[in-house]
Structures are given as C-alpha cells and as structure tokens.
C-alpha cells in the first residue's frame, strides 16, 4: 500500500512534469510480503514501512529516506530487508531510489499492525496511521490506473486508487502531514 501527502491521485506517478498539491512531496510504502527469500533467508510474512520525502516531484531526486522494518522479523529477515529495500541488495530498487534518495536516515525497527480486506489500515508505532478506502465505480468495481510512470520504474503493472482520508505520517526527522491520495498494489520482484 502507498499513501502520500497529496490529494487523490498523486501527480508523481504520472512522470516528472506533475507538480505536488503541496510543492513537496512526501509518501509512505508499506510491503506484506507473502513469500519470497533472499541469500538462503526466508522472507515470507515479513512487513517493511518506507518513507520518502522530496522538495518537489519525486522524479526529481534529492529526497530523504527511512526505511521502519516489523519488529516481529528476525534479525536475519531484518538484515535482508534493509539490504534490498535501500537498494543496496541491487536490482531495480537500486537504480530507483539511487536517483530519487540522497539522504538515508538510520533505519528504525517498529511494531506494524496491517489489515486487508475492504479497509486495508497499517499502523507503524505512533509514526504512521493509516486507512485506505479503494475508489469504486458505480457498478463496485476497483478503479485502477495502469502503464503509469512510476509504475514501470517500481515494476508494478497496476495500481488500484484509494483515498486515504485522515491518514497521516509523522516521522520526528522528516515533514509530518495528512494526505488523502493512496494505493493498493500487489507485485512479484526477482534479482
């Protein structure tokens, strides 16, 4: 799930040209991943909480970063997630974020509550809160964006929009805010 401070939907994903509601930009990913592994490391349900802030669209670089990994994983989990969640395991998320992050702050361990289901919420300790209400066509069909530019660059095909009223992400090091844009995405990554 995505959420940023911006009103439903978010310039950012449409490319560099789209401008912040706010002129900055700042934006929370959680992941739930259901299976996968890394160097002989389970890393099935682990859970890791980004966040990112920029001075403009997110295209343009020069962000700041913290990545909040789930205090139920191991340390070996935790190890890994770091590792491939910062980019510095390589693969697509290397190249990502090495062009939109230059500053990584310390890396923080955090209980995570997530749900899914017609409300999907997250909770990261008192940092983050957030609720996400899928947008809907009158027949109760998910909207759903597809091809857009920052999908390709996360290598996710689509994304279903959601508004994500009265959520809200208050990092002590980093611009605290509300926001109502949100997505949901589901993705397989490989390196």
């Not at 190249?95 to 500053?103: E, K, M, P, Q, T």
């Not at 964006?145 to 208050?170: E, N, P, Y």
Request: a negative charge.
């Amino acid at each position: 799930m995505e959420l940023c401070s911006c009103n439903m939907l978010c310039p950012c994903w449409l490319g560099p040209e789209g401008v912040p509601d706010k002129s900055w930009c700042s934006g929370a990913f959680a992941f739930d991943i259901e299976q996968g592994s890394s160097d002989g490391v389970d890393l099935g349900g682990s859970r890791v909480a980004a966040f990112f802030e920029w001075p403009g669209n997110f295209f343009l670089g020069n962000g700041t970063a913290r990545l909040y990994l789930d205090q139920g994983s191991t340390a070996d989990q935790r190890r890994e997630l770091e590792a491939i969640f910062s980019g510095r395991k390589g693969g697509h998320l290397e190249g990502l974020f090495g062009a939109i992050v230059a500053n990584w702050l310390p890396t923080r361990t955090a209980t995570m509550e997530l749900q899914w289901g017609d409300s999907p919420s997250l909770r990261v300790e008192s940092v983050g809160e957030v609720a996400l209400q899928p947008v809907k066509d009158m027949a109760g069909r998910p909207t759903t964006v597809q091809s857009a530019a920052a999908l390709t660059a996360f290598l996710i095909d689509s994304m279903t929009l959601a508004s994500s009223k009265g959520s809200r992400w208050a990092d002590p090091d980093m611009r605290s805010w509300e926001g109502d844009s949100g997505t949901l995405h589901r993705f397989s990554w490989s390196a």
